[in-house]
């Protein structure tokens, strides 16, 4: 059933955007494709096994911490360590702990609410139609309001069960613990001191024939 439920829901995200993108293709041109981005070894090989090895180890300090939701720590991580700068990574980390932390006060006042399947799905979709109006416009502001929107996600079904304070409490440690650890991966992948360290040995694991393609590309 619930392979159903999670059928269902991407069937109608894929037939929305498709009848929303013939929509817009009627207003106006479709807008060039950008190229992709060279495979280079750094950018294929390098970047993914750093974020991965960080995501990894934000789970691991979850679950030796014995957090109650440690899928929350490495979520935090991701979202982190993906800037495109060391200053934006540390600007992003920044913006989600603050935007957690309000978002967080946010998310109590509506869990103190007598809520119930409809009315969570309305909330859901004032918060998503927030979300995507702001987020292009700051990040940290629209935090505030995707950190309810995620514990609705994942919480809907055992809403009422627990005490919503230690729900708030739980989340704001498991962000801060991600942020942290994507903060520090941050910094080991943007640094060209790191990247010669540890590059060079991991370049010679990889196969001469991959080697070459990636310099050609």
């Known amino acids: 059933m619930r392979v159903g439920l999670i059928f269902l829901g991407a069937l109608s995200a894929c037939l929305i955007a498709f009848f929303y993108s013939l929509f ?3 207003r106006r041109a479709p807008l060039p494709v ?12 390098f970047d993914s096994v750093v974020i991965g090895v960080f995501v990894g180890l934000a789970l691991a300090l979850a679950q030796l911490l014995q957090l109650e939701k440690p899928y929350w720590v490495p979520v935090s991580c991701l979202a982190v360590i993906q ?28 869990l103190l609410l007598p809520l119930n399947g409809w009315s969570i799905a309305l909330l859901m979709m004032a918060l998503t139609f927030i979300i995507e109006s702001i987020i292009v416009r700051h990040y940290a502001l629209a935090a505030v309001f995707i950190t309810p929107l995620t514990i609705l996600l994942a919480e809907a079904a055992v809403l009422g069960q627990g005490s919503a304070a230690a729900l ?18 941050g910094v080991c992948l943007h640094s060209p001191r790191f990247r010669a360290v540890v590059g060079a040995p991991m370049r010679r694991l990889v196969p001469l024939r991959f080697s070459r393609k990636g310099r050609q590309a």
């Open 24 to 26: 817009m293709l009627r």
């Open 34 to 45: 950008a190229p992709l981005p060279p495979a280079t070894f750094d950018f294929v090989v």
């Open 168 to 185: 708030i409490g739980a989340r704001f440690v498991d962000t801060v613990l991600g942020c942290l650890v994507g903060l520090a991966g």
């Open 83 to 110: 800037g495109a700068s060391l200053r934006a990574v540390w600007s992003r980390q920044l913006h989600r702990t603050l935007g957690t932390a309000v978002g967080l006060l946010l998310a109590w006042a509506l």
